[in-house]
């Protein structure tokens, strides 16, 4: 199968209809970065900085961390790299850290909400990242945004690490996108003017599935009673890719779903150009793209949501038959 894929590395992800879905692969440690070449990603879409900070048994050092990003943007070469900064506390706790005991971690203290209320280590990951990019661009996201003053107070601490590191005589990046990750349905709410303030909104369908349904991400005897293709979640995600076209707001998808053909296809069908997914489901998300007409799939995905039906799968499959 492997072979199969590698002939179509170099092909774009192109559809039957003539589109083009932007394909890009998740990432987090160094050695995931070979992947970015072999496996004709366009850019990682998501960059865990976590990882980094999890795999260690101290708080990794400023100038550790900036020789890291510059190493990554180093092996992204041309290719854009989406770091998402800190999304931890709760059940991602640093052994270096003092763990809150929470009932729900998972909608806990955690990510940004952390970073807004502790900003040391946020402004030293921004500072890091700006001193890494060395006046290259520089792409930010910020994890588990749930209303628009999160994300503006969070662009406010990278505009002044920005400011700071001017003042210092570091380079400022030649371009900067600072984005927000779509997890909680709340956003997908949120007033226009939240939209034009970002530059970007990657929908993090992990997070995103898990509190939509109010299922446990981590608990599979729950979370595999609600399908993706449910036709309320995929109206729901409908409403985000019509209202980011709306405002012009460039739009992603980097949960798992991305990288699972039959989904990912979905997710292209229903407007999604952009997705990122670990480097292995590349391969097969694009076989089965360069298949489709997209317009002929959203016309079965919406016939079967408008005859009743719970899930739009069975007919979705029906019409990939053969394609794979
Ligand atoms: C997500 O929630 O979909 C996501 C991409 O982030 P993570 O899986 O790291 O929470
Ligand atoms: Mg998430």
Same mark, same amino acid.
């Given at each position: 199968a492997q072979e199969r894929y590698a002939s179509i590395r170099?092909?774009?992800? /192109?559809?039957?209809?003539g589109q083009h879905i932007k394909l890009k692969m998740n990432a987090g440690l160094m050695a995931d970065l070979p992947s970015l070449e072999g496996s004709g990603?366009? !850019?990682? !879409?998501?960059? #865990?900085?976590?990882l980094q900070f999890l795999i260690r048994s101290h708080m990794p050092k400023r100038a550790e961390l900036s020789e890291l990003y510059s190493r990554v943007m180093d092996a992204a070469k041309d290719q854009r790299v989406v770091f998402r900064t800190l999304d931890i506390g709760s059940d991602k706790v640093l052994p270096y850290m003092k763990a809150e005991d929470e009932p729900n971690p998972a909608m806990g203290w955690r990510a940004i909400r952390v970073g807004l209320d502790k900003p040391g280590v946020m402004r030293m990951q921004l500072q890091a990242l700006i001193r890494g990019a060395k006046g290259r661009h520089l792409s930010i996201m910020f994890p588990f945004v749930a209303q628009r003053s999160e994300f503006t107070a969070a662009r406010a601490e990278m505009d002044k690490a920005l400011e700071r590191e001017r003042i210092l005589g570091h380079p400022q990046p030649a371009s900067i996108e600072v984005g927000a990750m779509l997890?909680?349905?709340s956003l997908a709410f949120a007033p226009d003017d939240f939209y034009r303030e970002v530059d970007f909104i990657s929908v993090g369908g992990n997070d995103l599935k898990q509190f939509f349904f109010a299922? /446990? #991400?981590?608990?599979e005897r729950v979370r595999k009673?609600?399908?993706?293709?449910n036709v309320s979640f995929l109206n729901f995600l409908e409403g985000i890719v019509y209202r980011c076209a709306t405002t012009g707001t460039p739009l992603s998808f980097c949960g798992e /779903?991305? !990288?699972r053909p039959v989904e990912a296809a979905c997710l292209a069908a229903i407007g999604f150009r952009t997705l990122s997914m670990r480097p292995a489901s590349i391969g097969p998300v694009k076989s089965l793209l360069r298949r489709l007409d997209l317009r002929e799939l959203r016309d079965v995905i919406h016939s079967e949501r408008d005859s009743g039906a719970e899930t739009v799968r069975g007919a979705v499959m029906e019409h990939l038959r053969g394609k794979f």
């Open positions: 170099d092909k774009p992800a /192109d559809t039957l209809c990603a366009e !850019g990682v !879409g998501l960059f #865990r900085t976590e997890e909680t349905p299922a /446990d #991400r981590e608990n009673r609600y399908d993706t293709l /779903d991305a !990288g």
